[in-house]
């Protein structure tokens, strides 16, 4: 199945049948996609997302991104709930939306690796947006 991951309907679907996933996304808040990949994301070195920091972060930067990260969870586990019940629900076990995106196959990601900060990534994960993309006019 090829699916959006922000909202994991197709997901849900493509588990319940086991069918390979294929997700096509630009990124996901609080880092989901990342997280659920089991890419390694320590706060301390890799710049959250709207935290305007750079890889070279001093300390009070390093604490700040650190608290952006408690903060997303917190914010994450709020906005993907109506989904975890729905999978939970539709699964008939406990699923929450990481254990749910752990099954994607291959992660196409819209980003550019030398633009955006160049964060560890697995295998699966391939770029193929960036600097293959024409440019706006």
């Known amino acids: 199945i090829f699916t959006d991951p922000l909202t994991p309907c197709g997901q849900i ?6 069918i390979p996933t294929v997700f096509f996304l630009r990124g996901i808040p ?8 089991q890419s390694p994301d320590p706060p301390s070195y890799i ?3 709207f935290s305007l920091n750079t890889d070279h972060m ?3 930067q390093r604490v700040k991104n650190f608290l952006i990260s408690l903060s997303e969870s917190f914010t994450c ?6 989904f975890e019940n729905l999978a939970s629900d ?11 995106l752990s099954h ?3 992660w196409l990601k819209r980003l550019d690796f030398v633009f955006d ?21």
Do not use: E, W
Request: hydrophobic share 45%.
């Open 13 to 18: 679907i493509a588990f319940h049948f086991s």
């Open 30 to 37: 609080c880092a989901i996609d990342i997280q659920a990949a």
């Open 47 to 49: 710049p959250r997302l």
């Open 58 to 60: 001093t300390f009070p």
């Open 77 to 82: 586990s709020m906005l993907f709930s109506a």
């Open 90 to 100: 539709f699964l008939q076990k406990p699923m929450t939306v990481t254990q749910l």
């Open 104 to 106: 994607g196959s291959i």
């Open 117 to 137: 900060y160049p964060t560890p990534v697995m295998p699966n994960m391939v770029f193929i947006g960036g600097i293959n993309c024409r440019q706006k006019k």
